[in-house]
C-alpha cells in the first residue's frame, strides 16, 4: 500500500515510515523538508495521488493559543481536502489521551478541533490517543516551576515511549478503519510527582518539588482520569526504567 504519513520526519512520523517501509509499503514521508505544507496545501495533491492512507503526526510550530488553532485547522482541513479528491481510503491522526477534558488549554482546543475535521470529514477514520511521551517528562518538569519549585500533580501519570507510540501506531495503520478513537498508553501508571521526581533526581537535577492534587498540569486542573487510559487501550512494553537506561544523557 501507498501510505504518506504527514509530519513523516519527526519523532514519531519518522520512525513509523521506517516501520512501514520494512514491512513492504510504499511509505511516504511528507513535510516541509520534502516540499510539502500542509498550511499551504503545496505539494499535497501531488504526494496524495495514489495514495490508499494518511497518517498525520504533524506538531505545531508555535503553541500560542491562536496560532496552534490555526495550524490545526488549516492543516487538516487541507490534508483532508487533498485526501478526498485522491480518493484515500483511510485517515489515521494521533491525537491526546484527555483531549476532551481540558478545555482550557489552548492545546487541547486546537486537538479537538482537528478531530471534529477528521470525524466530519466522510473519510473512514482512526483517532489514536496517546498518553504523554516519557521523552517529554523533563519539559513538563520546567513547565511547572513557580518560584524555583516544580509544582506537579501527584495524580496518576502514564507516560508512553515515542518508540512504543510508533509501534503501536504502526500496527493501528494497518488495521481497518474504527470510524473512533482508539487509547495507547504506558505500561505503568504512576503519581506524576513521583516520576518527575525520580527523573530528575536521575540526571542530578536538585530542584525542589511541590506536590499536592490541586497542583495544575499545563493551566488545568486534573484528577485521577484525566492523563490514564482507560479499559481496553493498548499499551506499550518500555517501562520508565527502560527508557531512561537507553537515554544517552544520564546522571
Known amino acids: 500500500m501507498k501510505i504518506v504519513v ?12 521506517n516501520k512501514l517501509t520494512q514491512l513492504g509499503h510504499e511509505a511516504i514521508a511528507a513535510s516541509p ?21 494518511t497518517v498525520d503526526v504533524a506538531n505545531a510550530p508555535s503553541f500560542e493559543d491562536s496560532a496552534v488553532m490555526n495550524f490545526f ?49 466522510g473519510i473512514p477514520f482512526t483517532i489514536v490517543h496517546a498518553t504523554q511521551f516519557m521523552e517529554f517528562i523533563g519539559g513538563i518538569a520546567d513547565a511547572s ?45 504512576v503519581a506524576m ?11 542530578g537535577d536538585k530542584r525542589p518539588i511541590v506536590a499536592g492534587p490541586d497542583e495544575i498540569y499545563w493551566g488545568e486542573k486534573i484528577d485521577s482520569h484525566t492523563l490514564v487510559t482507560s479499559e481496553g487501550a493498548r499499551l506499550g512494553t518500555i517501562d520508565f526504567k527502560t527508557w531512561f537506561s537507553q537515554q544517552p544523557v544520564k546522571a
Open 193 to 203: 510527582s513521583e516520576l518527575i521526581g525520580k527523573y530528575l533526581q536521575l540526571v
Open 6 to 17: 504527514i509530519g513523516g520526519s519527526g519523532r514519531i512520523g519518522s520512525q513509523v515510515v
Open 73 to 121: 485547522k488549516t492543516s487538516t482541513a487541507n490534508v483532508l481536502k487533498a485526501a478526498l479528491k485522491a480518493s484515500v481510503k483511510k485517515h489515521v491522526a494521533l491525537s491526546i489521551v484527555g483531549v476532551e477534558r481540558m478545555p482550557d488549554n489552548g492545546y487541547f482546543r486546537a486537538k479537538v478541533a482537528q478531530e471534529t475535521l477528521i470525524r466530519n470529514s
Open 145 to 189: 516551576m513557580i518560584n524555583g519549585e516544580c509544582h506537579l500533580s501527584t495524580f496518576p501519570f502514564q507516560p508512553i515511549a515515542a518508540a512504543d507510540v510508533a509501534s503501536l501506531l504502526t500496527d493501528i495503520i494497518l488495521e481497518p478503519a474504527k470510524n473512533g478513537v482508539v487509547e495507547i498508553g504506558g505500561p505503568e501508571k
Open 33 to 53: 523538508s520534502s516540499g510539502v505544507d500542509t498550511l499551504t496545501g503545496e505539494g499535497l495533491d501531488q504526494v496524495l495521488q495514489g495514495a490508499d492512507i
